[in-house]
Structure formats: C-alpha cells, structure tokens
C-alpha cells in the first residue's frame, strides 16, 4: 500500500472499532477539508451509508459558501443530519478573549446537544499537526459525563491497540484522522475528488487555510487557485495553518482552556 492507502486503513479501523464498542454514535460535521475527509473516510468504511447521525452545532456565523456546502451535501448523501444551535456568548466565560468566547459558543452548544441525544460517543476530524494541544489527544479520548478532557490522564495507545471500554457515564471523542498531516489531507482529497467548499482557493491573491466563523477568520495571502496549487504551496510553506484564525493569536492558554472544557 502506498502512504494514502495506509492512512485510509488505519482511519476506516478506527471508525469499525468505534461503531462496533460504542452504542450511541454520532460524527460532528464542521463542514471543512477535515471534517468532509472524516465523513468520506465513514461512507467508504459502511459501504457508502453513514449509519449514525451527522451533526452540525451551529454558530449562524459560518460562511454563506459553507451552508450552501452543507445543504447540499446532506441531501446528496443522504445523511442522517442534525442541526443544533449555540447559546449566545453571554452564555461563555467572560474571562476568556473575544474569540475564544466566541468559540466557546461551541463548546457549550456541543455539551447541550450531547446531553439531548445522549450519545455516549463523537467521531471529530482533529490532526496532531493543526495544533500543540491536539497533539496530546488520543484515537479514543475519555471525558467525563459534563464532557471534560483531563490531558494529563489518557489512557496509552501503542501499536494499533486502542482503548474501547471505558467505565460508565464517560463520553469518548474517537479522532480517526489524529495520525494526518494537512498535506496528506489534501492529497487525499484531491486523490478521491472529495468535495470542497471553494473559499479554501484563492480569489485575488487570497485564500482561506482554515474554515471557522466568518468574524473569527481570516484568508492568508495566496495564489494557490487550484487543488495541485495549494499542495504545492503547502509543501514549502512556513505559515502555520491556523494563521487566520483569531483565537489562536489571543491569551496563550485560551485554547487548551477550551480543549479541557470541551472543545473540538
């Protein structure tokens, strides 16, 4: 098998594993280059079917092109879809930075909707390379029933042998593409002809690396017009993939505080 090949096998076992040793699943749709790759990778794992819900937690911040993406691709999929909205930021820690209370919005409508559904698991396209704090989760990460991440007490993964049984009341993110680079994500996109919402092309001289709220994001300065353009480019590049995003230019901590309360 070549390097894509492997990526797609382990990530298919990983998505089997979870389906198989967790009863009530979902996948969270973000509706970006990762996320779309995590719901390919689950029709190509069950046969073309995704057979848990989708669902979208909503901000109403998202870029027009995103929900116009979303709309369509429920449908043509024929995906189980659930969309769930956010509480307003008055709801968030005010203690945090602008975006990052921002962001928290997710955070707490994701909790919200977890309780209301009651899965005890949640399929996130997340990669150890995106950012430092990420590199600290695992494939099958615990947390506990108020949806809690304790980064200092997760259980050891190694070679290929993931942990799935874990004691009652805790709720398990599974993250089959944590083993991904941004690279490989789009070589494999472009190797399955996988959809993509265009805003991550350029159009006058820039583009958008990464796909947030509209209020919280930023395009980087870019030419890179097509999908062999923007691998090119990201085989040199020294600009760091979460550049335009706000949050992650804020308080230092900001986001590992968000990861540990719950965050994507």
């Known amino acids: 098998m070549d390097h894509l090949d492997e990526l797609e096998a382990e990530s298919i076992f990983i998505l089997r594993e979870a389906f198989a040793k967790l009863d009530k699943l979902a996948i969270l749709w973000s509706l970006g280059k990762d996320s779309n790759v995590v719901l390919w990778l689950c029709r190509k794992a069950f046969f073309g079917h995704v ?4 669902m979208h937690v909503d901000t109403e911040r998202k870029f027009p092109e995103m929900y116009a993406f979303r709309d369509r691709y429920a449908k043509e999929w024929n995906l189980n879809f659930i969309r769930e909205l956010c509480p307003p930021i008055e709801a968030t820690d005010p203690t945090l930075p602008p975006a990052g209370r921002s962001a928290a919005r997710k955070t ?8 209301k559904h009651g899965f005890e698991g949640l399929i996130l396209g997340i990669r150890r390379d995106e950012e430092a704090i990420r590199a600290k989760e695992r494939y099958f990460s615990p947390r506990d029933e108020t949806g809690q991440w304790n980064l200092k007490d997760q259980p050891p993964e190694f070679w290929n ?21 941004e690279l490989d994500i789009w070589k494999y996109t472009k190797r399955e002809n996988i959809p993509l919402i265009d805003l991550y092309f350029s ?7 990464s796909l947030g709220d509209k209020d919280i994001t930023s395009p980087i300065e870019s030419e890179a017009a097509d999908i062999d353009a923007v691998i090119a480019e990201l085989e040199t590049t020294r600009t760091p993939e979460r550049a335009g995003r706000a949050m992650d230019h804020e308080a230092e901590d900001s986001f590992e505080r968000l990861r540990a309360a719950g965050y994507m």
Request: a positive charge; hydrophobic letters at 35%; glycine letters at 8%.
């Open 51 to 54: 057979p848990f819900p989708v």
């Open 161 to 181: 042998q993931y942990m799935t049984s874990f004691p009652e009341g805790t709720h398990v993110r599974v993250h089959p593409i944590l083993h991904w680079t």
């Open 203 to 209: 159009k006058n001289g820039k583009r958008y690396r």
């Open 108 to 115: 707490l409508g994701l909790r919200a909707a977890i309780e």
